[in-house]
C-alpha cells in the first residue's frame, strides 16, 4: 500500500490535470504493472547495459533526445544539444525486454512509451521508474506486435496488426480496438519503413559519407556490405534519420544534403572478455545468425566501431573467449587458434594448431616477458612471442585428464588451478608442486585435506587469491603465508566462476550473480538481476564495475552503493 499510494502520489503532481480516478483504475486493473522497477536504491543510470543492436525499428523526437528503438538492445538516446549518444535505456533502467519493436514520446505529457516483445512500457521522466503492462491486457492475437505508436490531443494510439488499439495517454487505460483510428490529427512516430516511390523521393537528393554509397532503400559499405533501410524519420529541424537492419544508424543533413554513418553499440552481445583498459577490444561468442566480428569501444565517449571477420584479411573465425596485450600487439583466444592484432602496423594474422596452440576454446593467455601460456580447459602451451611458435614443457602433457578453472602468473611462477588441484609451476626450473608445498600454510592446514575443489585464481600485486569449496584462500607473496580470506557460506558453496581484488574490495562471480566483499569487515552485497546475465569477465576501474556478459558489456557505479 505505501508502494501504491507514493505512485499516486507523484502521478498526481506530474499530471495534475489528469482526473485521479481514471489512474486509480488503470493502477488497480493492472497490478503488475508496480512490479517492473529495478531496485530502488540505485539511480536510473547506476547500471547501464551496451549490447548489440540488430535492427533499427522506430525514431521518436522528444525534447532533448532522439529515441531509437532496436531489436536487441533497448532504447538509444541521442541528444539534439550534445550531438552524440547517451547511455541506452535497456532492462537494467527498468524496461520489460531489450526487443524494442516502438517507441514515442508525447510531448504533451512528456511520457515515453516504448512497445517491447512482452509489454507496453512507459515512463513518466523517460528515463527510470518504468510501468509495464503484458501485452495480453490489450487482446492481441498470438503473434502479432506492435509496428508503430502516435498520439492525439486526447489519446495514445498504437498500430499492431492490422488494428488500432486506443490507450488513455496518461495511465495506458485500453479503451478498445479499432480497424482505423477515430481521430484525424495523430502524430506518428517512424515504424517499419514499407519501401516505395516515397522512400526514393525523400533520399534521391542526399549523398552518403565515409566512403559508404546508397542504392534505392540500400546502403552499401566500403567494404562491399549492404544493409538495408528498415525506418525513416523526419524531426523538427528537417534532420533524416534512417535506421538499417544492421544497427547502423545514418544521420541526414539537411543543408549539406548528406547522410553520415553512426555507430553505437556492441558487434556482439554475448560478451565472453575485453581489454582491462578504455578504448577496449570487446569480443564474444557468435550465434546461428551473427557475423563474426570485434568491437572496439570507449563506452563513456560514445565511440563504438565494428570488426567483422569477413572484412579482415587472415582471420576466419572472432568467436573470442580470452585476450591479453603484449607490446603493440593484442592477443585473442578463440577456437582452437589465437587471434594477433598488431596494431603498430595494422596487421591481422591466425594461429592455429600448426604452431601449436591449445586444442578447444583458448579461454586463458597469461604473458611473461618472453612467452605467452595460453591454455584451454584440457590443455596449456608455451607460445614464444617472437616466434609465434609453442616450445615444449613439461606442462604440454600434464592437463590431459584435469579441466583447468584458473590460470595466474606471479613473478617466475605460474599458478594452475584444476578442477581437484592447485599447482604451481616454476617457469624457470621447470618444476611443478602442489601448493601446499609453497610457504607457511599454519593458518589453513586444518582445511588443506578437507579441499577437495579449486576454482578461480586472481593476482593482485601482492596476494594470490584461490577461491575453493572451503572458501577463499590467499598467498602473500611479501612473507610467503597464507590466510583464509572469506568462508564459502559467503558464496553458498557453489562454483567460483571468477574472482576479482581492487583495494579492499573482493569481486566474486557466480554463473549469474555477483558478490560484492569489503575485506577483514566481512561485509558484502549481493547483485542477482536478471538482466546482468551469466558474467564472463570483470574489470573495476575506479567508480566503476565492468562485465563482460552474456547480455552485453555491464558498467556499474558501485561507489554509490557503498
Avoid at 163 to 177: A, I, P, W
Avoid at 310 to 338: A, Q
Avoid at 385 to 402: A, G, M, P, V
Avoid at 492 to 510: A, E, G, P, R, T
Wanted: glycine letters at 6%.
Amino acid at each position: 500500500m505505501i508502494q501504491l499510494r507514493n505512485k499516486l502520489l507523484f502521478i498526481k503532481y506530474r499530471l495534475f490535470f489528469k482526473p485521479i480516478p481514471i489512474i486509480l483504475f488503470g493502477l488497480l486493473s493492472y497490478p503488475e504493472s508496480l512490479l517492473s522497477q529495478v531496485n530502488t536504491r540505485h539511480d536510473p543510470f547506476d547500471w547501464v547495459l551496451f549490447a548489440k543492436p540488430g535492427a533499427i525499428r522506430s525514431f521518436s523526437e522528444g525534447l532533448s533526445y532522439i529515441y531509437i528503438a532496436t531489436e536487441t538492445a533497448g532504447v538509444f538516446r541521442y541528444s539534439l544539444y550534445g550531438n552524440q549518444f547517451e547511455y541506452p535505456i535497456t532492462r537494467a533502467q527498468g524496461l520489460s525486454s531489450n526487443r524494442v519493436n516502438a517507441i514515442h514520446f508525447d510531448k504533451r505529457t512528456g511520457i515515453l512509451w516504448v512497445a517491447t516483445d512482452k509489454s507496453i512500457d512507459y515512463s513518466y521522466n523517460g528515463e527510470g521508474n518504468w510501468i509495464s503492462r503484458s501485452l495480453e491486457n490489450y487482446n492481441l492475437l498470438s503473434g502479432v506486435r506492435v509496428e508503430q505508436i502516435g498520439s492525439s490531443n486526447n489519446y495514445l494510439w498504437i498500430l499492431a496488426g492490422s488494428s488500432y488499439l486506443k490507450l488513455d495517454r496518461t495511465s495506458g487505460v485500453f479503451l478498445g480496438t479499432f480497424s482505423f483510428p477515430d481521430e484525424m490529427e495523430i502524430k506518428w512516430s517512424s515504424g517499419l519503413v514499407k519501401y516505395s516511390s516515397v522512400v526514393d523521393d525523400i533520399l534521391m537528393d542526399y549523398t552518403v559519407m565515409d566512403g559508404w554509397l546508397l542504392n534505392l532503400n540500400t546502403f552499401i559499405s566500403p567494404k562491399g556490405k549492404s544493409v538495408s533501410i528498415t525506418t525513416i524519420f523526419s524531426g523538427n529541424n528537417n534532420t533524416i534519420w534512417v535506421g538499417t537492419d544492421a544497427g547502423i544508424i545514418f544521420q541526414g543533413d539537411p543543408y549539406m544534403k548528406s547522410f553520415y554513418p553512426i555507430k553505437y553499440g556492441l558487434s556482439n552481445s554475448d560478451v565472453q572478455t575485453f581489454t582491462h583498459s578504455f578504448p577496449s577490444w570487446v569480443g564474444g561468442r557468435n550465434h546461428s545468425r551473427d557475423e563474426g566480428s570485434l568491437s572496439f569501444v570507449d563506452p563513456d565517449n560514445a565511440y563504438f566501431e565494428w570488426y567483422e571477420a569477413e572484412s579482415i584479411i587472415n582471420v576466419n573465425n572472432l568467436d573470442i573467449y580470452e585476450n591479453c596485450t603484449v607490446n603493440n600487439e593484442y592477443w585473442f583466444g578463440s577456437d582452437n587458434s589465437i587471434i594477433v592484432y598488431d596494431s603498430k602496423r595494422d596487421f591481422w594474422r591466425t594461429l592455429d594448431a600448426t604452431r601449436g596452440v591449445p586444442f578447444g576454446q583458448v579461454r586463458f593467455l597469461e604473458p611473461d616477458t618472453n612467452f605467452i601460456w595460453a591454455a584451454s580447459n584440457y590443455e596449456m602451451e608455451k607460445i614464444n612471442i617472437k616466434t609465434k611458435r609453442s616450445e615444449s614443457t613439461r606442462l604440454s602433457n600434464n592437463f590431459s585428464n584435469s579441466y583447468i578453472n584458473g590460470l595466474s602468473l606471479m613473478n617466475n611462477y605460474l599458478w594452475i588451478s584444476t578442477q581437484y588441484k592447485l599447482l604451481c609451476y616454476n617457469t624457470n626450473s621447470d618444476v611443478i608442486v602442489p601448493f601446499n608445498y609453497i610457504g607457511n600454510v599454519d593458518a589453513i592446514k586444518d582445511r588443506i585435506d578437507v579441499i577437495t575443489k579449486f576454482y578461480d585464481v586472481f593476482f593482485d600485486g601482492l596476494k594470490l587469491y584461490v577461491a575453493t569449496n572451503q572458501g577463499i584462500i590467499a598467498y602473500n607473496n611479501v612473507n610467503s603465508t597464507w590466510e583464509l580470506i572469506t568462508e564459502s557460506t559467503i558464496y553458498n558453496n557453489k562454483f567460483v566462476k571468477i574472482i576479482y581484488v581492487y583495494k579492499d574490495q573482493l569481486f566474486i562471480v557466480m554463473d549469474n550473480s555477483l558478490i560484492r566483499l569489503r575485506m577483514n569487515e566481512e561485509f558484502y552485497k549481493k547483485y542477482d538481476y536478471q538482466f546482468i546475465g551469466s558474467i564472463n569477465d570483470i574489470y573495476v576501474e575506479n567508480n566503476d564495475v565492468w562485465l563482460a556478459t552474456n547480455n552485453g558489456l555491464i558498467q556499474f557505479k558501485w561507489k554509490k552503493d557503498l
